[in-house]
Nanobody
Framework: VQLQASGGGLVQAGGSLRLSCAASGRTFSSYAMGWFRQAPGKEREFVASISWGGGRTNYADSVKGRFTISRDNAKNTVYLQMNSLKPEDTAVYYC????????????????WGQGTQVTVSS
């Protein structure tokens, strides 16, 4: 599985961005996908995840109500819509695939995307 993340950039606080992650190499609709982020000097943390069919989602408390994860299995792509962005959302965002999860919970990351930088200015 290869994952290609895109859509990052510089935005003012309160603004929006949509990240995309295109997958290839295996049947996309058969595995859970997620987004993680890593800010400078901090550990990588979970942001959101979605089940293989898209019917179930899971979010970190820090992004609930502001971020929305979705997927289009016909396009082999998962999205992260980020609204009401805050400076503390600044980080490199990574998409991830869990090939064995049958829910929205990411138990084990089998593949990582290359990361896309999101910078939110105050």
């Amino acid at each position: 599985v290869q994952l290609q993340a895109s859509g990052g950039g510089l935005v003012q606080a309160g603004g929006s961005l949509r990240l995309s992650c295109a997958a290839s190499g295996r049947t996309f609709s058969s595995y859970a996908m997620g987004w993680f982020r890593q800010a400078p000097g901090k550990e990588r943390e979970f942001v959101a995840s979605i089940s293989w069919g898209g019917g179930r989602t899971n979010y970190a408390d820090s992004v609930k109500g502001r971020f929305t994860i979705s997927r289009d299995n016909a396009k082999n792509t998962v999205y992260l819509q980020m609204n009401s962005l805050k400076p503390e959302d600044t980080a490199v965002y990574y998409c991830a695939a869990d090939l064995t999860s049958r829910t929205a919970v990411i138990d084990r990351v089998d593949y990582w995307g290359q990361g896309t930088q999101v910078t939110v200015s105050s």
